[in-house]
């Protein structure tokens, strides 16, 4: 496996179901991202985990919950999602959080419909 | 507050006729402007870096300008592989982190 990969690609769950998305890079970097894209809108910026440790929230509700156990891997935790949670989700990743060494690099990202 | 807006929306071009692609921005204070490549279905692919007005880098038929208001992506001759959605991102401090502010993109569609 190279670069950024997410699993599943294709997620469909109740409002009641708990899920986790996953994300892995094998770029040897040390910030991982979740980003959310929307139709019609800008994507934005949900978490930001810099060496493990989180340092970004940006006033994402609290059903979703995310988990970085080392600096390769990244997990979002999903629960009591609202039909308005469907979207793509991104995980991207880049040598630090500061951007100063280089751009991100996104994974293909998972497509979560919420019923 | 941060702002990045791409225009236009959407762009139906023909096979070889070239045209650019805007990018403005409104930031306080501009850390580098990003130009990624999206595909459906796909995640964004990286493209372009520029960090100083007058800067221009290029790749195959796209060429990527900075000004101190707005980039351009120039496509050259396009083809239909070309097709795609094209991001803008500028790099930004906000509470003291370093993000990522991205545009609506430009959906570009190439006919043969």
């Known amino acids: 496996e190279t670069g950024v990969t997410q699993t599943p690609r294709h997620l469909v769950m109740g409002m009641t179901n708990k899920k986790s998305l996953k994300c892995e890079q094998h770029?040897?970097?040390?910030?991982m991202y979740w980003y959310k894209q929307s139709a019609k809108k800008p994507l934005e910026l949900m978490f930001v985990y810099n060496f493990k440790e989180q340092t970004e929230n940006n006033s994402v509700p609290s059903r979703f919950s995310p988990e970085c156990p080392n600096s390769s891997h990244l997990f979002l935790h999903l629960h009591t999602l609202q039909p308005e949670d469907s979207a793509l989700y991104l995980c991207?990743?880049?040598?630090?959080?500061?951007?100063?060494?280089?751009?991100?690099?996104f994974g293909p990202g998972t497509r979560l419909t919420v019923l | 507050e941060d702002q990045v807006t791409q225009s236009p929306e959407a762009l139906r071009l023909q096979e070889g006729e070239s045209s650019s692609l805007n990018c403005s921005y409104t930031v306080s204070g501009l850390r580098g402007l990003f130009w990624y490549r999206q595909d459906p279905g796909k995640g964004p692919e990286f493209l372009f870096t520029?960090?100083?007005a007058g800067e221009e880098k290029e790749k195959e038929r796209l060429k990527a300008t900075l000004t101190k208001k707005e980039s351009f992506l120039h496509i050259t001759a396009p083809k239909p592989e070309d097709s795609a959605t094209y991001l803008c991102?500028?790099?930004?401090?906000?509470?003291?982190?370093?993000?990522?502010?991205f545009g609506k993109g430009t959906k570009l569609t190439v006919n043969p």
């Open positions: 991102a500028v790099r930004v401090t906000q509470g003291g982190s370093e993000k990522l502010v």
């Open positions: 991207a990743s880049s040598q630090d959080s500061s951007l100063q060494l280089g751009e991100q690099f």
């Open positions: 770029l040897g970097h040390n910030a």
């Open positions: 520029l960090y100083s």
